[in-house]
């Protein structure tokens, strides 16, 4: 199975809204409400952002939201700030027959 | 506190074999799968194979099943990836990351390591 699909790249200014897509199949993404986003600063541990589509983990600020509409799922980020600039990647259930899908990343700069 | 601490960056020569780890703490290591997850130079992110401390259980990708051996010592709460002869394409960074499971299913990664950098040259 391919990857899921990421825009490469997504900007913004600081206060403004940018919203990331990630599309996959009906076999992964629109198959099941398991879709994960991360956040990765190079060099550092990446960051659960979103989890089962829509959930976020204690801790996240509710600026970052998740959807989902047929074979694609969005992540949102709202009010962005200077330090919301990473590289964000999905992932998702992809069946039984194997571990999972993750996104190629997006790179978010804030202008 | 959860943390996933993963050894150091490593530098071989194509032919060598390489055993990295994953040290985790904060939480019983043992009662949580861990994956290794691959990023090669500007690519994204793959999932190598994942392991059940608690009873070794382990499960691999078809492009890394032969490839690597993912094992894992509960007792020192420590697991590893290893390889017996690495080639030029090994060259990436391995990621260990603690799943959230449910009836066999990986719904979430919620904590990852900081990432091992290999690098294979001659």
């Known amino acids: 199975q391919s990857a899921l699909t990421q825009p490469p790249s997504a900007s913004g200014s600081p206060g403004q809204s940018v919203t990331i897509s990630c599309t996959g199949t009906?076999?992964?993404?629109?198959?099941?409400?398991?879709v994960s986003w991360y956040q990765h600063h190079p060099g550092k541990a990446p960051k659960l952002m979103i989890y089962?589509?829509?959930k976020r983990p204690s801790g996240v600020p509710d600026r970052f939201s998740g959807s989902k509409s047929g074979n694609t799922a969005s992540l949102t980020v709202s009010g962005l700030q200077a330090e919301d600039e990473a590289d964000y990647y999905c992932?998702?259930?992809?069946?039984?027959?194997?571990?999972?899908?993750f996104g190629g990343g997006t790179k978010l700069t804030v202008l | 506190e959860v943390q996933l601490v993963q050894s150091g960056a490593e530098v071989k020569e194509p032919g060598d074999s390489l055993k990295i780890s994953c040290k985790g703490s904060?939480?019983?290591?043992?009662?949580?799968?861990i994956g290794w997850v691959r990023q090669m130079p500007g690519k994204g992110l793959e999932w190598m194979g994942i392991?059940?401390?608690?009873?070794?259980?382990?499960r691999y990708s078809p492009s890394f099943q032969g490839q690597v051996t993912i094992s894992a010592d509960g007792s020192i709460s420590t697991a590893f990836l290893q390889w017996r002869s690495l080639k030029s394409s090994d060259t990436a960074i391995y990621y260990c990351?603690?799943?959230?499971?449910?009836?066999?299913?990986?719904?979430?990664?919620?904590?990852w390591g900081q990432g091992t950098q290999v690098t294979v040259s001659s």
């Open positions: 990351a603690r799943l959230n499971m449910l009836w066999g299913v990986i719904i979430t990664i919620d904590q």
């Open positions: 904060g939480y019983s290591f043992t009662n949580y799968w």
């Open positions: 392991i059940y401390p608690s009873d070794s259980d382990s």
């Open positions: 009906s076999s992964d993404v629109g198959g099941y409400n398991y």
């Open positions: 089962e589509v829509s």
């Open positions: 992932s998702s259930y992809a069946g039984s027959n194997n571990l999972g899908l």
